[in-house]
């Protein structure tokens, strides 16, 4: 895994690191879980630092973001409509054209396996992407 630093010197690995002790509660728990599955999933993931503190992950092309509410904790998915979702796995953001999002609340469960498959799909779709167009 690699990862590009930022303007003060930190990591965006140390970044999110930093993100998930300072939440200190449920959705600081449940973004470390989505980050193991995500590592896990896809053993050469990039790891950035966007929009003012949001993680996202790449891997030949953006995969999912990482945001946190007060209530949920939301993976969108940047290409996430040309995904099959055989488990149900979206339930967010779900009339886009593009994007797909999970959100996820201080109950809920979560089904590694089911989003391990899908992320394998979202980078399976990065891969697959048209190389340009030619004359």
Do not use: Q
């Amino acid at each position: 895994m690699s990862d590009k630093e930022s303007s003060d010197g930190s990591s965006p690995s140390a970044m999110i690191d930093a993100r998930i002790s300072e939440l200190g509660d449920w959705r600081g728990a449940m973004l470390a879980r989505i980050r193991t599955v995500i590592r896990r999933a896809i053993p050469d993931v990039v790891e950035e630092w966007k929009w003012r503190g949001v993680p996202v992950w790449y891997c030949g092309g953006m995969i999912c973001t990482g945001e946190t509410y007060k209530t949920a904790v939301k993976m969108t998915f940047a290409k996430g409509a040309a995904l099959d979702d055989p488990s149900g796995l979206f339930n967010s953001s779900l009339d886009g054209n593009v994007r797909r999002a999970i959100d996820f609340h201080e109950s809920d469960d979560l089904d590694e396996a089911a989003l391990t498959d899908l992320l394998r799909a979202a980078v399976a779709l990065n891969a697959a992407k048209p190389k340009g167009r030619t004359k």
